[in-house]
């Protein structure tokens, strides 16, 4: 029969661990059940050098399995468990190959010696500045597990926020990609038809019309070479806007767009004031606080921003006096809850009620982004049929006055 390592909870918050022989996570989650705990996790004990678990290639860590990782490594050590201990089962549950290769070579160097968040430094692809500094203040004040506490609800409220935003717009992203398809397809199948009629028909034809014809004729014979035009064209994009300039070039349209302003500022908004807030609440200088918020900010604005006045409040300014010059991009709100916080010596506190703020307001602008898109996409679409039908059909009515 198997056996499981298992980590339990009772309601009253009293911990249990430890290796248990049992048929599956089932029986295991019943029998604990019985006993008044519920099952945190169970984890199968397959021998030396073995684990549970089936690993894919990839190339890259999804924020969902950094958040796994952080909360089981929160409970295990809650349980009492040492830090390679947990790690080594963590290597276990873990299903992305990166983050595993990452997890075992940590293990590996904290049983040499080196602490924890100085291995974590070998993989800032994975794990950001902004946990590196939590883990390196748990460390030092013996609070491990409330900063990965709060490392765990930082990443849900990233998480929450990037779902959001990306289900706003999955409803836009599939209406262009069917107009361009169906376009595509006209083009290469009606448009060839239409063409051999005119032609037939010895008739002179508009310039939108023969724009048409001539399009519709080359997706015909030439597909391949448009699909491939398309694919090369994204990806220069993507090279482009990982430049510096391209990226600011970005960042300074999103903060222009009429729709999407408000939203990019209450994001930036929200990702500034929680993440100093939970940095300066642990015990974390607040110049170093801005410094590593301005590696989670996604635009480079706010980046450019905070680095500078993290500057001026090393000389000695006040944060809400060297913040107040950026009222271009920060809210007036916060800027003044900043000051009452400095005032009140409640600066944690308000910052993360500011930040529970912008993010209901993120929520409530993505709730409402697909009825705001929804009629534009609407014009968009009405103007491309609308010209595709009056190139067509002008050259029949030129023919019908001439016919009079």
């Given at each position: 029969?198997?056996?499981?390592?298992?980590?339990?909870?009772?309601i009253?918050?009293?911990?249990?661990?430890?290796?248990?022989?049992?048929?599956?996570?089932?029986?295991?989650?019943?029998?604990?059940?019985?006993?008044?705990?519920?099952?945190?996790?169970?984890?199968?004990?397959?021998?030396?050098?073995?684990?549970?678990?089936?690993?894919l290639?990839?190339?890259?860590?999804?924020?969902?399995?950094?958040?796994?990782?952080?909360?089981?490594?929160?409970?295990?050590?809650?349980?009492?468990?040492?830090?390679?201990?947990?790690?080594?089962?963590l290597?276990?549950?873990?299903?992305?190959?990166?983050?595993?290769s990452?997890?075992?070579?940590?293990?590996?160097?904290?049983?040499?010696?080196?602490?924890?968040?100085?291995?974590?430094?070998?993989?800032?692809?994975?794990f950001?500045?902004?946990?590196?500094?939590?883990?390196?203040?748990?460390?030092?004040?013996?609070?491990?597990?409330?900063?990965?506490?709060?490392?765990?609800?930082?990443?849900?409220?990233?998480?929450?926020?990037?779902?959001?935003?990306?289900g706003?717009?999955?409803?836009?992203?599939?209406?262009?990609?069917?107009?361009?398809?169906?376009?595509g397809?006209?083009?290469?199948?009606?448009?060839?038809?239409?063409?051999?009629?005119?032609?037939?028909?010895?008739?002179?034809?508009?310039?939108?019309?023969q724009?048409?014809?001539?399009?519709?004729?080359?997706?015909q014979?030439?597909?391949?070479?448009?699909?491939?035009?398309?694919?090369?064209a994204?990806?220069?994009?993507?090279?482009?806007?990982?430049?510096?300039?391209?990226?600011?070039?970005?960042?300074?349209?999103?903060?222009?767009?009429?729709?999407?302003?408000?939203?990019?500022?209450?994001?930036?908004?929200?990702?500034?004031?929680?993440?100093?807030?939970?940095?300066?609440?642990?015990?974390?200088s607040?110049?170093r606080?801005?410094?590593?918020?301005?590696?989670?900010?996604?635009?480079?604005?706010?980046?450019?921003?905070?680095?500078?006045?993290?500057?001026?409040?090393?000389?000695?300014?006040?944060?809400?006096?060297?913040?107040?010059?950026?009222?271009?991009?920060?809210?007036a709100?916060?800027?003044?809850?900043?000051?009452?916080?400095?005032?009140?010596?409640?600066?944690?506190?308000?910052?993360?009620?500011?930040?529970?703020?912008?993010?209901?307001?993120?929520?409530?602008?993505?709730?409402?982004?697909?009825?705001?898109i929804?009629?534009?996409?609407?014009?968009?679409?009405?103007?491309?049929?609308?010209?595709?039908?009056?190139?067509?059909?002008q050259?029949?009515?030129?023919?019908?006055d001439?016919?009079?």
């Amino acid at each position: 029969m198997p056996q499981f390592f298992y980590i339990a909870k009772s309601i009253n918050g009293k911990e249990k661990h430890g290796v248990i022989e049992s048929q599956d996570e089932r029986e295991i989650a019943h029998s604990l059940h019985q006993e008044g705990f519920v099952l945190v996790s169970a984890t199968q004990q397959l021998g030396p050098g073995k684990r549970f678990s089936f690993a894919l290639p990839s190339f890259g860590v999804p924020l969902k399995e950094k958040i796994f990782f952080c909360r089981n490594l929160q409970v295990m050590l809650s349980a009492g468990l040492s830090l390679p201990r947990s790690l080594s089962i963590l290597e276990m549950q873990t299903k992305n190959a990166h983050l595993h290769s990452a997890i075992t070579k940590i293990r590996e160097e904290i049983n040499r010696g080196i602490t924890f968040s100085e291995a974590l430094t070998r993989y800032p692809d994975i794990f950001n500045d902004f946990f590196q500094s939590m883990v390196k203040v748990g460390e030092e004040t013996g609070t491990m597990e409330n900063v990965l506490q709060i490392s765990v609800n930082q990443m849900e409220k990233d998480y929450e926020l990037r779902s959001k935003i990306k289900g706003a717009m999955i409803y836009p992203t599939v209406i262009l990609i069917v107009m361009v398809g169906v376009g595509g397809l006209m083009l290469a199948t009606i448009v060839p038809q239409l063409a051999s009629t005119f032609k037939d028909l010895g008739t002179d034809l508009p310039p939108t019309t023969q724009f048409i014809i001539t399009a519709g004729m080359f997706m015909q014979k030439f597909w391949w070479a448009a699909f491939m035009a398309i694919a090369v064209a994204v990806v220069l994009v993507m090279q482009f806007l990982k430049t510096n300039f391209g990226r600011r070039l970005m960042d300074n349209g999103m903060l222009r767009a009429p729709i999407l302003s408000p939203i990019v500022k209450n994001i930036n908004a929200a990702y500034t004031v929680r993440n100093v807030s939970s940095l300066i609440s642990s015990g974390v200088s607040l110049p170093r606080a801005l410094e590593v918020a301005a590696g989670t900010v996604g635009n480079i604005n706010y980046r450019d921003a905070l680095l500078t006045i993290k500057e001026k409040v090393k000389k000695g300014e006040k944060f809400s006096d060297a913040i107040a010059v950026y009222d271009k991009i920060y809210p007036a709100t916060a800027i003044q809850m900043i000051a009452v916080g400095e005032e009140t010596g409640e600066t944690g506190t308000i910052l993360i009620k500011l930040a529970e703020f912008y993010e209901t307001e993120v929520n409530e602008a993505t709730k409402n982004l697909t009825a705001v898109i929804e009629p534009l996409l609407m014009i968009i679409i009405g103007s491309a049929v609308g010209f595709f039908a009056i190139s067509m059909i002008q050259p029949m009515y030129s023919m019908l006055d001439a016919v009079k």
